[in-house]
């Protein structure tokens, strides 16, 4: 980038202060040679104010550089005239003299051969320079003029003024200083277009002409925000070249039959069903043989496997005739006899998905598809489908995206108004979250339901959002389908040559309302008029062919009677279906996993405890840095040292109860991937998985990677400050492989709420809904620890409220009681009060024979606290996660004389215990610590509660009474006890914020609910 400046800066206009300088030492100057290094000389600086060259200024040092470099080259590959000024300057001609005889310079014969050419010199220039600013303004501003809108009513970067620097008329070339006389003028190409094609020198006319064919026709490009030169180079050579988007008969014939495909898959639908919403592709059927150009080019490319999000618009089309779904598992859908086979409540035929490996026809390669279920939250999937192509792609060793790759779709108020977009688009390149490109294509409506899109959005365009992260946007005429077939392959090609995010944007409309019940007039009467008018794009491309010759009539009724016929031989088969099978719409399988009907190949879970050997090692490995010559901070050395001292006494605390969790795994080859916000170190400074050289800038060091040779990789990486995305693309990870475990914490566990849609949409029913386990487990950081209402609560009450299980219905206890339970439920939710009990659960997660989420509300202060340490005995061979922790004390001893049973969960059980000591009352009152929530122990609060018969009961909880885990566990307590006794509420009062944010206030209803939870007779007025 220097060199290009130096040329200009010598000829530039010197400032005032440049100008009093006096002349520097001189060097010697390098002539021009062929092949020779360029060599510039320093700014000259002179003791006489002088007068810049008129020609010369800020915009004009492109073309001027471009003119000497030729110059340098070759100098008869320029005009003499600059020949000549070229020889004075390099002779040390200063700027504003070159055509005068400057005193004490031996080049005067050349200077004054210069003078009567100046004029010419000057103008030449000038119009050199307006012809260079004219082909950049329409390589910036082309799309505003393009003809995208196939109603011909809509602007559709919603502004109806032309700018003025790109021509529409004559009149308008006054703006660069031309006029009509110069159209027929001969002007030389700059090397930033290629209209040329291989001419180096066009007349104006021409430029324009190829210009407006390159840029304002049914093709709108914007790419001129992309700050790589080399990038902006490969987009315009892809639609500036004349003559590039030139089709053959055999394409010609394909896109013509895949179109008819398109177009007549939606009229059977709606011939057969017209009374059922099916959201329908018509407006846009061009979308079909888009994707599949996609697919093939990227199939060409090496992709293997392609994984695909989109809203509803479409998705029956898609499954048909993309990922080739049979047509009678999709007719049969619109059944309403059929009855439902698996378990859960399905969902409705456009939210379904599906995996499919074929043969890719056009390139004769296999390629697996597959198009994720999501639900009608517009957009919510799209972190899922870029986590689970991330998974794919380090399962097969991907690492540069060149065999797994995704898809997404949007609508196009969708795009322009889901924040997860922007969250979406802002993972594409961190390290732990590229998917090294998304080809993102916008079906554009020009319309949001009944929303007009001026109303929609801010932007020009619905896809400006992509515009953060440099991608090239390309806006293509839907009623053009060769167009639109041209700018799927240059996306194709781009995303396979640089791996960086590209959008098409469908401009096209939607020929029926929102649904097909749906009636638009109401509040778009006149767009829906000229949708009425508008002649079908199918038919217009046949008519279009036919007219070139390349199909004859006969040739294209052919087609629509074959396909035709297909679509009702399917249909007839379609009738056979009696039972729905949503196993046939998974969109992510995982082979081996289960038996071959789908159920887990055991219903029992092996212990998960450790021998002390493995302990030991991995308590060595958390406890040092396994790498030489690594300056850890002082701080640091003193934390691994009192883990090594911890290791010593046979104990844990809870980061080395997480350690020994994941270290384990980790060696019995299990991959563990830790994401969420500042999760290296863990937000309480607790965690240190990334060791930090405090010396070398950016050298690091994960000890949990130093296990053992044949250990599977640890990934742990801090987030984007996003928890809808990053919670959207762990939950897509974890989709991939049941053989991992892939954990999101939170920052603070009430930060989780903004990703509820992913909580509620996909993790709580997904099963549910989509027949799709998911073993992803959430790290809630929860506790009334004084903080304020921010960071307090978790919102336990929210998950527990989602739970699928009956709180009046008391279950059989059979022997395989709590797996049964486990495997029934929707998730699991727990808040462990010892490392113990944690270390079990994360270890449980993957040695079960099935997977079901996990919520885990971790602690704050326990993290420290010494009373909340376990020691190895907790965690050795045939032991394994308690789901109730019973009284183990005093009171345990003889439980005839204890008079009450607190049951609690979490933190609070500590400062019950302090304060059961405090009064004396071991013997009288038993606490009994409830770790698994979801599903309710009943068998255990059953043996608990029958134990302590004279005993009444409490409930116990540091949360409001409206919040927290009492209207959950209340009634079940009740159930296991047939409700011969009442459940007693210790907490706090209810509120509408989570927690007081005055200190003193705590701590006076901490005091208030332990004095309630340990006074006899402080329910008797409730009695």
């Known amino acids: ?34 092949g020779g290094t360029r060599t510039f000389l320093p700014i000259r600086c002179y003791t006489a104010p002088v007068a810049s060259e008129p020609f010369l200024n800020g915009t004009s040092s492109n073309y001027v550089e471009e003119m000497y470099f030729a110059w340098m080259e070759d100098p008869k590959s320029v005009h003499k005239s600059w020949d000549v000024f070229f020889r004075n300057a390099n002779a040390g001609a200063p700027p504003g003299a070159a055509y005068q005889s400057p005193l004490g310079l031996s080049a005067a014969p050349q200077l004054s051969s210069l003078v009567g050419a100046q004029p010419n010199v000057e103008k030449l220039v000038e119009d050199h320079l307006a012809v260079q600013s004219l082909i950049r303004a329409y390589q910036i501003r082309g799309h505003h003029v393009a003809q995208l809108d196939p109603l011909g009513i809509m602007d559709t970067d919603l502004d109806s003024c032309v700018p003025n620097d790109i021509i529409t008329s004559s009149d308008k070339l006054g703006f660069y200083g031309l006029d009509e006389s110069d159209l027929e003028k001969v002007f030389r190409l700059p090397t930033t277009t290629f209209i040329g094609g291989s001419e180096t020198a066009l007349p104006l006319k021409e430029i324009i002409r190829r210009l407006e064919m390159a840029y304002c026709q049914h093709i709108g490009v914007e790419f001129m925000f992309i700050n790589d030169l080399e990038q902006c180079q490969w987009i315009r050579q892809k639609f500036e070249v004349p003559g590039v988007m030139q089709f053959d008969l055999e394409e010609k014939r394909t896109l013509l039959a895949r179109m008819v495909r398109s177009t007549r898959f939606e009229e059977f639908l709606q011939k057969k069903w017209s009374a059922e919403k099916r959201f329908g592709l018509e407006g846009c059927e061009s979308l079909i043989p888009a994707l599949k150009t996609i697919i093939d080019k990227s199939s060409e490319s090496g992709v293997e496997n392609i994984v695909m ?23 049969c859908q619109f059944d309403s006899k059929l009855e439902a086979a698996d ?154 040559t640089f791996h960086k995010d590209v959008v098409v944007d469908l401009v096209c409309y939607r020929r029926m309302g929102h649904n097909e019940m749906d009636e638009p007039m109401f509040t778009q009467p006149l767009m829906y008029k000229q949708i009425k008018k508008q002649k079908p794009v199918l038919q217009k491309y046949a008519e279009k062919l036919i007219a070139e010759g390349a199909v004859n009539r006969q040739e294209y009724e052919e087609e629509i009677a074959k396909y ?13 279906e009696k039972i729905l099978h949503i196993k046939h719409w998974l969109d992510s399988p995982w082979p081996g996993f289960f038996t071959l009907d789908g159920q887990p190949k055991a219903m029992s879970c092996p212990s998960t405890g450790l021998t002390e050997e493995m302990l030991n090692h991995i308590g ?37 109860g997480e350690y ?81 475990l892939i954990l999101w914490e939170a920052q603070f566990g009430d930060f989780h709420n903004t990703a509820q849609c992913i909580i509620d949409q996909f993790i709580c029913p997904g099963q549910a809904k989509w027949v799709r386990q998911n073993g992803i487990v959430l790290l809630l950081p929860h506790g009334m620890e004084g903080m304020g209402p921010e960071h307090s609560s978790a919102r336990p009450e929210r998950f527990l409220q989602m739970c699928n299980d009956d709180p009046d219905v008391m279950p059989s206890l059979t022997e395989d009681f709590a797996v049964r339970q486990l495997y029934d439920c929707n998730w699991i939710v727990v808040n462990c009060s010892s490392p113990g009990n944690y270390f079990h659960v994360l270890r449980r997660q993957i040695l079960l024979p099935f997977r079901k989420p996990l919520i885990v509300f971790t602690p704050k202060s326990l993290l420290r606290l010494p009373e909340a340490r376990s020691s190895f005995d907790m965690m050795l061979p045939g032991t394994q996660f308690q789901r109730l922790i019973p009284e183990g004390g005093l009171a345990s001893q003889s439980p005839e004389e204890v008079k009450r049973v607190i049951f609690c969960t979490g933190k609070i059980y500590y400062e019950l215990v302090k304060e059961r000591k405090n009064r004396g009352m071991e013997s009288t009152v038993a606490i009994a610590r409830m770790e698994q929530l979801s599903p309710f122990p009943f068998d255990q609060v059953k043996a608990e509660s029958e134990l302590y018969a004279n005993a009444d009961l409490v409930w116990c909880q540091e949360e409001h009474k409206n ?25 706090r009062g209810p509120a509408a914020a989570p927690a007081t944010g005055n200190k003193k206030a705590h701590l006076m209803e901490l005091k208030r609910l332990l004095d309630n939870a340990f006074g006899l007779d402080a329910f008797k007025d409730q009695q």
Request: proline share 5%; net charge positive; with cysteine.
């Open 1 to 34: 980038m220097h060199r290009l400046r130096t040329c200009a800066a010598r000829l530039r206009p010197l400032t005032a202060s440049q100008a009093a300088q006096t002349v520097g030492p001189q060097r010697p100057i390098t002539g021009p040679s062929r």
């Open 309 to 331: 999000g989109m809203p509803h618009r479409g998705r029956l089309n898609v499954l048909a005739n993309v990922i080739r779904k049979e047509l009678e598992q999709i007719f």
């Open 343 to 496: 378990e859960g409540s399905g969902d409705v035929k456009y939210h379904l998905g599906m995996y499919h490996r074929r043969i890719n026809r056009v390139t004769d390669r296999n390629i697996t598809l597959s198009l994720m279920a999501n639900p009608s939250h517009l957009e919510a999937v799209d972190p899922v489908v870029q986590g689970k192509v991330k998974a794919e792609q380090f399962y097969c060793g991907d690492n540069d995206g060149k065999r797994v790759m995704s898809i997404l779709l949007h609508g196009d108020a969708a795009f322009a108004g889901q924040g997860v977009v922007y969250e979406t688009f802002h993972l594409s390149h961190l390290p732990s979250y590229t998917t090294h490109g998304t080809v993102h294509v916008v079906v554009n409506n020009q319309i949001g339901f009944t929303t007009d899109p001026r109303v929609a959005r801010s932007s020009p365009y619905p896809t400006d959002v992509a515009r953060v992260v440099n991608a090239p946007i390309f806006h293509v005429n839907a009623d053009d389908p060769e167009a639109v077939i041209y700018v799927c392959k240059v996306a194709a090609e781009w995303r396979a």
């Open 564 to 576: 035709d016929k297909i679509c009702e031989e399917a249909y007839n088969r379609s009738k056979d």
């Open 620 to 656: 060595g490995v958390a406890s040092s840095v396994p790498v030489e010559d690594f300056t850890i901070h002082g701080g640091l050395s003193r934390i691994l040292k009192s883990r090594g001292e911890m290791i010593r006494n046979r104990t844990v605390d809870w980061a080395l």
């Open 660 to 740: 020994m969790a994941f270290g384990s795994l980790l060696q019995e080859g299990t991959h563990i991937r830790l994401s969420g916000q500042d999760v290296e170190r863990g937000t309480f400074s607790h965690r240190h998985h990334v060791l930090h050289d405090q010396n070398v800038d950016k050298r690091i060091c994960i000890p949990m990677n130093h296990l053992a040779p044949d250990q599977a990789p640890y990934t742990v990486c801090n987030s984007s400050l996003s928890e809808y995305g990053v919670l959207g693309f762990e939950l897509g990870f974890a989709m991939a492989s049941p053989n991992a």
């Open 963 to 987: 919040q927290g885990y009492y209207d959950y566990v209340k009634p079940r307590i009740r159930t296991t006890t047939q409700r011969a006794k009442p459940v007693w509420y210790a907490g």
